[in-house]
């Protein structure tokens, strides 16, 4: 498994943005698509968005489409989430993944997870 370390989350108001990072720890990591995924409480796990190991195609949530942006960084074995314009209904816990294997909008087809990083939006 990818080791997976996210960091970047915080207490933000309405409207305003934050950028999440994901540092993996494999030599090849640019050989494989990564994945942003949150988890609301009560709720379950739901997928934010995705980016193939190139850096394109990237996919994303319809909630989100729009306001978060999702890009990698090869050398730097990293891949961020730019979120601007944030809602209190963004507040999550965000996780990032790596090697997906099926549907890449399931968390089932995921292989490696990081231990999550909390984003806080308040109104």
């Known amino acids: 498994q990818v ?10 108001q309405a409207g ?4 999440l990072s994901c540092a993996a720890s494999e030599s090849t990591f ?3 698509p ?7 409480p009560g709720k379950e796990r739901e997928f934010v968005a995705a980016i193939a ?13 729009g ?3 999702i890009s990698r960084d090869n050398a730097k074995k990293t891949v961020y989430l730019q979120m601007n314009s944030l809602k209190p209904e963004d507040t ?12 890449y909008m399931t968390t089932e ?9 909390q984003v806080t939006v308040s109104s």
């Open 67 to 69: 306001r978060f942006t």
């Open 34 to 40: 990564m994945g942003w995924f949150r988890q609301a």
């Open 92 to 103: 999550a816990v965000y996780y990032c993944a790596a090697d997906p294997d099926g549907d």
């Open 53 to 65: 190991w190139s850096g394109v195609p990237t996919f994303y949530a319809d909630s989100v489409k």
């Open 16 to 19: 305003d943005s934050l950028r």
């Open 3 to 12: 080791q997976l370390v996210e960091s970047g989350g915080g207490l933000v």
């Open 109 to 117: 087809a995921w292989g490696s997870w990081g231990q999550g990083t």
């Open 30 to 32: 640019s050989n494989y």
